[in-house]
Every structure is written in C-alpha cells, then in structure tokens.
C-alpha cells in the first residue's frame, strides 16, 4: 500500500487536524468511474472513526481514524494473489488479506471486481471484520463483480 502516513496539518473549526498522505493509483478509465462511484457511497463514519482529509485529494483514496484506516481504489491486482489463494467473502465481495494467512492481516484487497480496492487495517483496529462489513457494503452497489468470478 502507498501510504505516507500522516502530515500536512489544517485548521478546522479552531482545532488542527492533521490529513492523512496516500498515492493515488492510476487505474483506466472504466476503473476510475467505478471508483468514483465508491467515493459518493463510502461511510463518513468506520468503525465509529471519522473520516479525515487525504492529501492530494482524490476520489481515489479516502482515510478514516489515527492511525488511519487507508483505502485505495484502482490499485492493481495484488502480485501475491494465486488462484489457490484464500478469499474472505463478505456481503458478496471477496477479500484479499495479507499477509496471507495471519491472524491479523493489516491488508486486505477486494478483488473480482471492475476496480479492485484495497484497504490498509492498523493492527490496533483488528479484528477487521466489522470494517470490511462496512466497506463491502460500499463497494458492492458501486464497483459491479467481474463476469463468471475472474479475480
């Protein structure tokens, strides 16, 4: 995952927040309309963390808690993935954790769909499950599932 961690802060309302850094991937364009899709159904809140700003700002990544929880959308299929690779299925969307087999993972990128998007998990966060629940919901009605389950 690109992430450069927390930087640039702003002044809100009279209280500094700080923006999370992540590096936008570059998807094709068919990728990049389906992430925009995901970037109007994304939750404000996760897991009872609010959403924070990103620098650059994009609807490609979106960032949520400290230590953020940090999603990309348009990123590549994960080299890692092999097809006798474990999914976790969630609300219909499956799930690439890494590393593979950890009880913990900190990465997980939903893959067999038209964009795939990953989502960085802080260990403090773990177990993820009621995250991914909350992005699975997102992704499901805006990224549609690729014909016949290709990942």
Do not use: D, H
Not at 52 to 62: E, G, K
Not at 112 to 124: C, H, K, Q, T
Not at 125 to 144: E, T
């Amino acid at each position: 995952m690109l992430f450069a961690g927390c930087g640039a802060g702003s002044v809100v309302g009279g209280a500094r927040t700080s923006a999370t850094r992540l590096v936008p991937p570059s998807p094709p364009p068919a990728a990049r309309a389906y992430c925009a899709s995901l970037a109007r159904e994304l939750p404000a809140r996760l897991g009872g963390l609010a959403r924070r700003a990103v620098i650059p700002s994009s609807p490609l990544t979106a960032a949520w808690g400290n230590p953020p929880i940090a999603l990309r959308c348009g990123v590549p299929l994960p080299a890692a993935l092999a097809p006798t690779a474990e999914l976790t299925v969630v609300n219909g969307v499956a799930w690439f954790p890494q590393p593979a087999g950890s009880a913990t993972p900190s990465l997980f990128t939903a893959v067999g769909r038209e964009a795939y998007v990953e989502l960085g998990v802080p260990a403090r966060y773990a177990p993820a499950g009621p995250i991914l629940v909350a992005i699975s919901n997102a992704i499901a009605p805006a990224v549609p599932a690729k014909p016949g389950g290709r990942p």
